[in-house]
């Protein structure tokens, strides 16, 4: 194999052509699976941050309701 950088051509390592050979191998008994095997478990988040993000949340929520009142109020002024 070849590579062409920068206008001059070298020869590539022989052992990356083989190393992407071997990967290609399909490796087992039979076939792949058709999905992907999923593990189900339950996690749980601290306190403290699900507080923190609620806080957040509604300090942002607040702030959309403060600007939409504002711009409601001052919609004549210019």
Same mark, same amino acid.
């Given at each position: 194999?070849?590579?062409?950088?920068?206008?001059?051509v070298?020869?590539?390592?022989?052992?990356?052509? !083989?190393?992407?050979?071997?990967?290609?191998?399909?490796?087992?008994?039979?076939?792949?699976?058709?999905? @992907?095997? $999923?593990?189900? =478990?339950?996690?749980?988040?601290?306190?403290?941050?699900?507080?923190?993000?609620? !806080?957040?949340?509604?300090?942002?929520?607040?702030?959309?309701?403060?600007?939409?009142?504002?711009?409601? @109020?001052? $919609?004549?002024? =210019?």
């Open positions: 194999m070849e590579e062409i950088l920068h206008g001059m070298k020869k590539l390592k022989l052992y990356f052509f !083989i190393l992407f050979l071997s990967l290609n191998k399909n490796l087992g008994t039979g076939p792949p699976n058709d999905r @992907i095997k $999923r593990i189900e =478990r339950d996690q749980r988040i601290s306190i403290l941050t699900y507080t923190i993000m609620a !806080i957040i949340s509604g300090t942002g929520i607040f702030l959309a309701i403060g600007f939409f009142v504002f711009n409601i @109020i001052f $919609r004549k002024h =210019r």
